[in-house]
């Protein structure tokens, strides 16, 4: 880690200088990277480290290759609305090859991509968006005559680092699923080693954007998973950080769309939400830069689970999630709560039954006690009678 | 227990018809609580969020235990104000009121949800302290254990231990203080139970005084149950009625009732409450029937002559159970809105299946009353006919 103080870079120039190449004012270039320090989960003193990176390093190279896949991962980066983070993307780093996004086309982007990886041999990013087709020898999908196979593997070979963006390029996502008529696979299976891996469909633009920059801050790329998986991102459970837990704790659930529950806010657990088995940190930095509760459970939508392999695109949305933590109790209150039931004819029959016998006993033993005491008044009377006349 | 009132054991056999009975009932009891036990509450009882305490608590609980004052009543007569002459009436009195207690203390247990945790109550690691309910179940506890001490003589005389009853006599007044004691100290938090509740309860019942009233009523339910009793076993057994206690009894009993019904009105008027009486509710119809059967032992033995008639005293001894019946039954469930008039539609009526257990409780009192004196020495052996 190089500079570990933020006032020490007062007066840098670097620090202006590459806040100027943002367009960005000198405080909030600042501020971006105390930002981008603070969603990689890094130590007091690295967003000093991040400015003098982002401002001092030459930008690394970066080849974005496309592949099965539906260019959403670069659709929702571009449209990532933190002031100038598309300026960010294009000039913190060095976007060499990116079909999307370039203006130029054919032999001529090829002949780019080409002298990019040997100028930058060893040193440049290698960025994979979509699943790669393995069936019938790959060729179900092709760019420049090159199947995805062979493109992917040419360019692997000298990158520094593979960074697999998008559930189809994770685990094969949403093309990989039953059948899987192309045999679509990710990134790491084709290499055969482990990669960096940002699941979801799309995924979160800045769980990307950070994993870059702690490459380029520290040279390495940020601790991951046995998944892949940037821990900073996906060691939680969406489950554990929704803003909706408490309702799952106290047992409100939603039961049907639009339903009293649904309108309140309660947990959408019931209708397939599955949060509780897919890790992901949506609930914390939230998704599309619009604001407050503004992700797909804050909307009212049950997660689908789009970073998970083997839960996204392959249980049903309305199948309830394996749940990985802490299962409900049977004993929680329900939404609507029974408010009793009145008397029912054979329990009245019952009650007016016991009444009534109570009453006829009651009735029988005042009868008896009436008649034993007029015998013994009139036995009383006798003898007083028999005294009088004695 | 003094020499000088002997008791006797009934003798007969055991095996009549009203043991019949009452063996049938405690049988569907059984069952039915077999059920609760493995099912839960919910699977044979009408409860639910709104009226978490039905007849088995209102019933079998704060009925009971109150129908079971009569021990409590009879002994401050005899050894507070001290009048030996009342003497002969401590055993069965003692005796129902031993059976009544036992079985609310057993029948709590019934209505407990997680009824496992049931010593949490007593354990001082979980008990609070601050709670009426703390304050009843250690009290009702520790009075079970009292009146088994005080009423322990019985069996010691049965078996013939005479060294062991001599050492327990030598103690013994100290057990019947506390056994004075305790009842007043739960049978009003019985009453506080309600005051917790808050607005939920109908202003006739819920008052700062009922403690009070609840106490007044039970001591006068004491007197009335002696009088049922009383009644109820010399008519069943063929024996002599005490008439000579039963007549100065009522006129204790009338004079408690007096103490009671003056509390009563006068908390009402001072609360401005008695308003809620005067309207055509279901509550105020339940209000002027508890007043009625309070009323109606005045009407029944009222006069020394009518007194002398063991039928108007036994129907007396009714009318006071069933005011205090009316007077728990209004103040837990009937006068009792969960909803606070804002959100309707609460109901509660008990199940059949609750009811066989509360009838299954009454039978046991029953049937353990004709075992033990038809067995055991408890019914004055003066008045024994046969």
């Known amino acids: 880690m190089a500079n570990q103080n933020l006032i020490s870079l007062e007066q840098d120039d670097r620090i202006e200088a590459a806040a100027r190449r943002l367009q960005m004012g000198r405080r909030e270039f600042l501020q971006f990277c105390a930002a981008m320090a603070t969603t990689l989960g890094l130590p007091q003193g690295a967003d000093a480290a991040v400015a003098e990176a982002v401002a001092a390093n030459k930008r690394p190279s970066v080849i974005w290759l496309h592949f099965q896949e539906c260019t959403g991962c670069t659709e929702s980066m571009l449209r990532a609305e933190h002031p100038t983070l598309e300026k960010l993307i294009l000039d913190v780093i060095s976007l060499d090859y990116h079909e999307t996004l370039f203006a130029a086309a054919g032999h001529q982007v090829e002949a780019a991509r080409k002298t990019a990886m040997t100028e930058n041999k060893g ?60 045999g679509a696979m990710g990134v790491d299976k084709v290499l055969g080693k482990p990669v960096v891996t940002i699941p979801g469909c799309p995924p979160n633009p800045y769980n990307f954007l950070s994993t870059v920059v702690h490459f380029l801050t520290f040279g390495s790329l940020p601790a991951v998973d046995h998944l892949g998986r940037p821990k900073f991102a996906y060691s939680r459970l969406v489950h554990e950080n929704c803003e909706r837990r408490a309702h799952f704790d106290a047992g409100r659930f939603a039961m049907d769309f639009g339903d009293d529950g649904h309108r309140k806010g309660y947990c959408l657990y019931k209708l397939g939400c599955k949060g509780p088995e897919t890790y992901a940190n949506c609930p914390t930095i939230q998704f599309g830069d619009a604001g407050a509760g503004t992700w797909p459970v804050g909307c009212g939508h049950p997660c689908i689970g789009c970073t998970e392999q083997g839960v996204g695109f392959e249980k049903p949305i309305h199948a309830v999630a394996k749940l990985k933590n802490i299962e409900p109790s049977a004993f929680l209150p329900r939404i609507v709560e029974e408010k009793g039931v009145g008397a029912s004819l054979g329990s009245a029959a019952v009650l007016a039954a016991v009444a009534g016998a109570a009453a006829g006993a009651g009735a029988m033993v005042a009868k008896n006690l009436g008649l034993s005491h007029k015998a013994e008044q009139m036995e009383e009377a006798k003898k007083s009678d028999a005294k009088a006349e004695v | 227990m003094s020499a000088h009132h002997p008791a006797a054991p009934v003798g007969g056999k055991l095996f009549n018809l009203p043991v019949m009975i009452c063996s049938l009932l405690i049988a569907a009891m059984v069952a039915v609580l077999f059920v609760r036990f493995i099912f839960g509450l919910g699977a044979v009882t009408n409860l639910n969020d709104g009226y978490p305490w039905g007849i088995w608590v209102v019933f079998d609980v704060v009925i009971g235990s109150a129908f079971a004052c009569g021990g409590f009543s009879v002994a401050m007569l005899v050894y507070i104000f001290n009048r030996g002459e009342y003497h002969p009436l401590v055993r069965p009195a003692l005796l129902a009121s031993l059976f009544g207690y036992t079985l609310a203390g057993v029948g709590v247990l019934f209505d407990l949800g997680r009824w496992w945790n049931f010593w949490h109550i007593l354990w001082p690691g979980y008990a609070n302290p601050n709670s009426v309910m703390f304050e009843v179940a250690l009290c009702i506890s520790c009075y079970i254990i009292v009146m088994w001490i005080e009423f322990s003589p019985v069996f010691m005389e049965k078996w013939g231990m005479k060294v062991q009853k001599k050492k327990l006599e030598k103690v013994l007044f100290f057990f019947i203080a506390l056994g004075t004691l305790l009842p007043m100290m739960h049978q009003s938090s019985l009453g506080t139970l309600l005051v917790v509740m808050g607005p939920q309860v109908n202003p006739l019942w819920q008052t700062p005084v009922v403690p009070l009233l609840f106490l007044l009523s039970a001591i006068t339910i004491g007197y009335g149950v002696v009088l049922f009793e009383s009644c109820v076993a010399s008519s069943a057994y063929r024996m002599e009625i005490e008439m000579h206690l039963l007549q ?21 008027v001072v609360r401005n409450a008695f308003g809620h009486a005067l309207q055509p509710t279901l509550e105020a119809f339940f209000f002027w029937l508890e007043t009625a059967c309070f009323v109606l032992p005045y009407l029944l033995v009222g006069t020394a002559g009518a007194r002398r008639n063991p039928a108007r005293l ?73």
């Open chain 1, 123 to 182: 040193k440049y990013l290698l960025v994979v968006e979509g699943a790669i087709p393995t069936r019938d020898g790959g060729i179900y999908c092709k760019v420049g005559g090159k199947t995805a196979i062979e493109l992917l593997k040419e360019c692997a070979a000298d990158a520094a680092a593979v960074i697999a963006i998008g559930s189809c390029a994770s685990w094969g996502g949403m093309p990989s699923t039953d059948p899987n008529p192309t």
């Open chain 2, 248 to 268: 100065p009894l009522a006129k204790v009993m009338l004079g408690m009732l007096s103490v009671f019904l003056i509390v009563r009105f006068g908390d009402l």
């Open chain 2, 314 to 386: 036994f129907l007396a001894g009714v009318a006071i159970m069933l005011g205090g019946v009316l007077l728990r039954v209004n103040g837990f469930l009937i006068g009792y809105d969960t909803g606070l008039g804002v959100d309707h539609g609460w109901n509660y009526f008990p199940s059949i299946a609750e009811m066989l257990v509360t009838i299954g409780m009454f039978a046991l009192e029953v049937l353990g009353y004709i075992i033990i004196t038809r067995r055991f020495p408890v019914l004055p052996r003066s008045a024994a006919a046969h």
